[in-house]
C-alpha cells in the first residue's frame, strides 16, 4: 500500500507540471503586454489577488485527496470575512478577531469531518448544508455591506517584509507545509484513502481520522483565507466570498487533483490558483472582453481534467505492455 501510495504522488506532482509550464507562458504573454507587470508593484498586486484563492484551495484539496467533496469552503469565508468587519476594530482586535475566526472554520470542518465519518453521511449534501447554514449566519451578523477591518489587518496581509510580499511568503508557508504533510503517515493516508478505501482499512490506516483531518485541515484554512479576504477589501460583505466556490474547485482540477481523490496535490492547487489569477490579468491586458474569462476558465478546466485522465491511462498501459 506504501509503495503504490508514493507511486500515486510522484504522478500527482507529475500532473501539476503542465500547470506550471502554462502559469509561466500566460506570465509571459500579461509581462510582454504589461511591463509594470514585472515591477516589485504588479507582484505584489498579482501575489495579493491569489492568496485568497491559492490557501481556499489549499484547504479543498485536503479533503478532495481523500476522496470526498467540501462546499463549505466560501461559506467559512463569508462567516470568517463578516467576523474580522465587525470585531477587528473594537475590543477583539486583530488577533482576537483572528483566533475567533479560526475558532470558526475547526468548528465548521469539525462538523464536517463528524458528520462524514462518524454518521456516514454524503460530503456532497453535508457540506452544501454547510454552506447554506454559514452563508446564512453570515447574514445574521452582517445583513449588508459594510464594517471595516482594521488598519493593522489590511496593512499586515497585504503589505512586504523586506521587499518580498507578505502574501508570497503565505504562498510558501503553505506549500512548505504540504511538502512535510505529504511524506509523514499521514500524508501518505491521505493519498491511500483516496485511491481505494478498502485497500487502506485492510492496510491498517483508520480512514475516519484521515478523513476528519482532511476536513478539519480544510476548515482551518478556509478561515485564514477569509481572513485575508477581509483584509483585502478593507470592509465586510455577507456574500463577497459567494462567487470563489467555483474558482476553487477549479484550481484544484486545473493544479491536477483528481476530484475522485487519491492523486494530485496542493501545489498543484497553488499553481491553479495562480493560473486563474494571470489569465484575467492577460487578457485584460489583450483586451479582451471581460465576460469572456469565464469561457477560458471553463475550457482550461475541462482540459485539465481531460488530460489529467489521459496520463494515468496511458502509464497503466504502459506498464500493461511492458509486462
Known sequence: MWGRAGRIQALGASAAFPGFVLLVLMFAIYASRDPSALTAFGFGNLVNNAIVLAVAASGLTLVVLSGELDLSGSGVMAIANVVVATTSTGPLGS???????LA?????GAINGCLVTLFGLQSLAVTIGSLIICQGIALIVLSAPGGEVADAIASGATGDIGGVPIAALMALAVAGGWLVLKNTRRGIAL???GDDEAAARLSGLDVRRTRFFAFMTAGLLYAVAGYLLSAEIGSGDPRVSDSLLLYMFASVAIGGTALTGGRG???GSLIGAGILTVMQKMLFALGVAEFYTNIFNGLIMIAAIFFGQVGPLLSRLGRRRAA
Open 191 to 193: 493519498y491511500a484513502v
Open 265 to 267: 496535490g496542493v501545489l
Open 95 to 101: 488577533l482576537g478577531s483572528l483566533l475567533l475566526v
Open 104 to 108: 470558526v472554520g475547526l468548528a465548521v
